[in-house]
């Protein structure tokens, strides 16, 4: 409020004498000192794990624009190809940026980075493979079944206590599930199973990021993750036939741009740097808008049409996603402390409820 104040109350009058403005100078300068004002204060409101919060719902957009581009960029080439470039391009920008931060890497933290680049070099591999044999709206709806693997895996691994609406979500994405894979005369998609597969190792990476999260400095650590990442899939794209290394397409290059750039080395950044402040469950609750971007991109970019069939599937897992992330706990719990605050005032004031009754009936 200082910050505000101060700049409600300053002179927009011109310093020297002499120096005259016109009124529109001094209202541009006035509206100036508002804006602002205005954005000091919501900075100095805001909280890291609310600022964290919108960051990573902005890199869902942008992963939700990834799958029209990345579908267009490997359509008729190597998926190791595209994958080699985008961590290869991502890691190198987010080196040079927080140079200064990779000295204080550690052995352990070296390990630490490697062990978290595994399971997303495999579920990246997984996602780009299925992207070419299915649409963009099936596989970023079942990419989306990670929200419900992570309290599962917790479960197994760490012995937490799964709450019974997981469970019940779980039986809702299996049925949505089963519409969007299971086509006409019980035939599966090759693609949708490459993607479920891509979602079981998603979710083992953000347990894996959530782990070292407080042991390590996650930048460095997420930065050898994605160095690792574009070291094995230039690996893998050595030994691909298809491989191209140097493709004449634009939109190649314009999606590694955009997938490197702002769907790598933005989202990875701030995903490994907000899981300080944020659970894992509740990072995974941001996830719920990037089917939906897909989904809009695909149809935007690619021109892709929604079947019925694919609607259905997709409201179920998206209604299951929702349905896992609602902490009824909690709810209940403010309900029984609004009820105890109201009794509570209620024998504090008798005399003014016994008034108000009284008053009341006299007038009927």
Known sequence: MRVLSQALDKDIRPRHPSAREDIGGERGSFCAQHTLAIISLMVVIMTKARVYFLLLILGTAFWGVSFSLVKAGVSNGSPFVFLAYKFGLAAMVLAVVFFRRLHRLSPRALVA???IGLPLLLANAFQTI??????????????GIDVLLIPLFKWVLFRRSVPRQVWISCGLAILGLYIIVVQNGLRLNVGDLWTLSCAVFFAGYVLTVGYF??????????IIALGFCGVGCGLAGIFDTRAN?????????????FAALLATAFMYGVQSTAQRHIPEEKVAL??????????????????ETLTLRTVAGAG???????????NFRVIRRRAVRSRSQKTISNLKHPTQKSLFKFRRGART
């Open 130 to 143: 299925g992207l070419q044999h299915t649409s963009v709206t099936n596989s970023a709806f079942i990419t």
């Open 316 to 326: 179920l897992i998206l209604s299951a996603m929702l349905l896992a992330e609602i």
């Open 113 to 115: 980075g490697v062990l």
């Open 245 to 257: 290394w140097v493709p004449g397409d634009t939109t190649f290059w314009i999606g590694i741009v």
């Open 286 to 303: 941001t996830y719920l808008c990037e089917p939906v971007f897909a989904t809009l991109s695909g149809a935007i970019l690619l021109g």
């Open 213 to 222: 999260a407080n042991r390590y400095d996650p930048l460095p650590t997420v």
